[in-house]
């Protein structure tokens, strides 16, 4: 096996700007002896072997018989090197997000051509982003279904053709006072959207008073909801019913 000790330390000393001076003050070495080992002429002791190798973080076997490069001396990892190129840094497109500060702003501005610009982005993977907005839930009316929608989750939709939705998908709709977050049943010129949550009455409006629709695809609920917090939920849903019948 070919030593190829005394190429290392010229490159080590190469990489670092060391003289031989300096080189061999830091190891207890005669100038000399060192200017032996870099022209082969003397082999190192095991000592000052270790020495050099523990310093600069080199295995003993690479510096006596292995080529040391440039990169490996200044500490360049090509392994993360390889591991960026395999898992690059993504960069997801935005999503605009309605939150529920926000509702009443954005059906008063939804006919302006800019009424999105100024809205929260959501950023996810494997979700389109061309023609889709999010909002937020705000209220519990979509409570009670197979799946269930609680403040502060968050649906994600993409604008439809109302004659493209099937009939009880999710939706959302926007009149010129109204967003509201329902099921759809399409009935002759009208249409009539139903809450999950049975003490929700159904609305029904006519064709001409929709603005926009949009069908629900993604979901992301803000927390697992145990029983406990259902049936809390629920009351509260029952308690406003009951106020707002009390108005009446």
């Not at 080529?67 to 395999?86: A, D, G, P, Y």
């Not at 009424?115 to 993977?125: N, S, T, W």
């Not at 009316?141 to 998908?169: C, Q």
Request: charged share 30%; aromatic share 8%.
């Amino acid at each position: 096996m070919q030593m190829n000790f005394g190429k290392n330390i010229k490159k080590i000393r190469s990489v670092h700007s060391l003289s031989q001076q300096v080189f061999a003050d830091i190891f207890d070495l005669k100038r000399g002896t060192l200017g032996a080992y870099e022209e082969g002429r003397s082999n190192p002791k095991l000592e000052t072997v270790l020495k050099i190798a523990n310093h600069f973080s080199i295995g003993i076997e690479e510096l006596l018989t292995g080529e040391l490069t440039v990169n490996r001396l200044i500490k360049f990892n090509e392994r993360i090197t390889t591991e960026k190129e395999v898992f690059p840094k993504n960069e997801f497109e935005g999503i605009p997000c309605v939150l529920t500060s926000d509702k009443n702003h954005f059906i008063a501005n939804f006919s302006k051509t800019s009424h999105l610009e100024k809205y929260p982005l959501i950023k996810l993977p494997y979700i389109e982003c061309t023609n889709r907005i999010a909002f937020s839930v705000d209220d519990l009316s979509m409570t009670g279904g197979s799946v269930e929608f609680f403040p502060k989750d968050i649906v994600i939709a993409t604008e439809s053709d109302l004659k493209k939705i099937e009939e009880k998908s999710l939706v959302m709709v926007l009149t010129k006072d109204e967003l509201l977050f329902r099921r759809l049943s399409k009935q002759e010129n009208q249409i009539l959207l139903k809450a999950d949550h049975h003490g929700v009455p159904d609305v029904i409006f006519e064709y001409e008073t929709l603005l926009c629709i949009w069908k629900i695809e993604h979901v992301f609920h803000h927390a697992i909801s145990s029983k406990s917090l259902l049936l809390e939920n629920r009351l509260a849903t029952l308690e406003e019913r009951l106020a707002h019948f009390a108005k009446k």
